[in-house]
């Protein structure tokens, strides 16, 4: 089947964390091993929970405040430097714009509740892609085929149709597994020659 669509998976590959030291101090007041605060939020319980929608993103910070015995105000510097390393990956974003309109384009996220205000509006890239799919607000996380079928289906293409990038390879198994083309991130110009050559091959 030709390829019609392009789907991205957000955090990790148009988003990604290029300099964690501000890190660095919250790990050493709060006695977490180091490089181990990105996982420790992100793979926590509330997270999950949050992924699909059963709390809201809030309520993750509020259970890591209440773990470390931390106040608001404390909370919210926290976050403001969780995220301070993370810069868009221009490269690929315009890479997504410039497929427009030949192909659809989508971001297939797991994520929170607050995706869609604080980071894809809240950076500036709302109206880069045709479509927006978050777990948090489907209530259905990848590798679930839910979710794939979802984002594809509001590209009105098949599974077989699109390519999907993901830097998880959990997840790009599975939409293999699926029918979907995937392509594991590693690196901006590896991931846009892959898509290419899945384009030119369809």
Do not use: C
């Amino acid at each position: 089947m030709p390829i019609k669509a392009v789907i991205s998976d957000f955090g990790g590959v148009l988003v990604r964390t290029v300099d964690r030291t501000t890190h660095r101090p919250w790990e050493q007041r709060l006695g977490i091993p180091p490089w181990q605060l990105t996982s420790l939020v992100f793979d926590s319980e509330t997270s999950r929970r949050a992924g699909v929608g059963l709390i809201p993103a809030s309520g993750v910070w509020e259970a890591f405040g209440a773990q470390f015995n931390l106040t608001a105000e404390e909370v919210r510097t926290f976050r403001r430097d969780f995220f301070a390393g993370d810069q868009v990956n221009a490269e690929l974003v315009d890479f997504l714009r410039s497929l427009r309109p030949r192909y659809k384009t989508g971001i297939l996220s797991n994520a929170w509740s607050d995706l869609r205000e604080d980071g894809i509006e809240g950076l500036g890239l709302d109206g880069t892609v045709d479509t927006v799919v978050i777990s948090a607000e489907e209530r259905v996380a990848k590798p679930d085929r839910r979710i794939y079928e979802i984002a594809v289906g509001r590209l009105g293409v098949a599974l077989d149709e699109a390519v999907f990038i993901d830097d998880l390879e959990v997840n790009i198994a599975a939409a293999r597994d699926y029918g979907m083309r995937g392509v594991l991130f590693r690196d901006t110009p590896r991931a846009i020659a892959e898509v290419r050559e899945h384009l030119a091959h369809g």
